[in-house]
């Protein structure tokens, strides 16, 4: 039987499960880059995505049966908390991805290097979003795939997140070692964020995502899986688990445009 729900996606299934797509030369790599840095269209974009996620805040902070992670039980006692990623969500970094294409290769060094040496940016909505979570004391906690690396420069174990919460604050936003967390800083805590997720599920009620990549908020959407996938993404599995989250959307998952890179590159 069709539900209603499934008649919905049902035209979206079709489409995912057609013939692999033609190959599309990559003839304007740098459209993206233009785009996020150029366009009042991408300004536009995100401030209409941070206000739909702000304009929810109040209704689920009261809905204590809410929680926008679909394995979250019982939470109806725990505090509210919103989890953003980092780079093309919380702050946009166009410039420095223009950099990087015009002299690659992107390396987690330099992006840690150009983030020391230059001033972050907002997120357009964002700021305005932190405060109305504020007002309304829901946490906010910024979960990253840029990764600890222990190096010979320091002896801190985690070097980088010193640069990572200098960036939040710069863009003004509540930052603290306590709510920032990095890929590799705990035991377990890999590229894959479910189990950053769970641990920060233990003590809040998760009642929004906001992310730019499909990894914000499904797990195992990369073409080459990391633990603990063991299956790799391809476009068709993609588009199925968008679908199967489909109630989240706009309704508990916030999503920003990001052109410029992410996990849909790697899957064909
Ligand atoms: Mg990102």
Not at 146 to 169: F, G, M, Y
Not at 221 to 248: H, K, M, Q, S
Request: hydrophobic share 40%; glycine share 4%.
């Amino acid at each position: 039987m069709i539900t209603a729900k499934k008649f919905l996606w049902l035209p979206f299934l079709v489409v995912a499960c057609a013939a692999p797509p033609e190959p599309v030369p990559d003839t304007q790599p740098h459209l993206g880059i233009r785009w996020v840095r150029d366009s009042a269209e991408y300004v536009a974009v995100a401030t209409q995505v941070y206000r739909t996620a702000e304009n929810a805040l109040p209704g689920m902070v009261a809905d204590q049966d809410w929680s926008a992670l679909p394995y979250q039980r019982d939470a109806a006692h725990l505090p509210p908390a919103v989890i953003l990623d980092i780079d093309q969500t919380s702050l946009t970094n166009p410039v420095f991805q223009a950099y990087i294409w015009r002299e690659p290769p992107f390396t987690e060094e330099r992006l840690n290097d150009w983030s020391a040496a230059h001033d972050a940016t907002p997120t357009p909505g964002i700021n305005a979003y932190a405060e109305k979570a504020k007002r309304h004391d829901v946490s906010l906690f910024f979960i990253t795939n840029r990764e600890c690396r222990p190096n010979a420069e320091s002896s801190e174990p985690c070097p980088q997140k010193a640069v990572v919460i200098q960036d939040l604050l710069e863009a003004g936003l509540p930052a603290s070692a306590e709510n920032v967390f990095l890929a590799a800083e705990r035991e377990g805590w890999g590229k894959e964020k479910r189990a950053r997720f769970e641990w920060i599920a233990e003590n809040y009620r998760v009642i929004q995502l906001i992310g730019d990549d499909l990894g914000d908020f499904i797990p195992c959407v990369r073409r080459r899986p990391v633990e603990p996938c063991t299956v790799g993404a391809t476009i068709d599995n993609r588009f199925e688990a968008t679908a199967e989250y489909g109630d989240y959307w706009g309704a508990g998952w916030y999503i920003l445009p990001n052109p410029m890179h992410g996990s849909w590159t790697s899957v064909r």
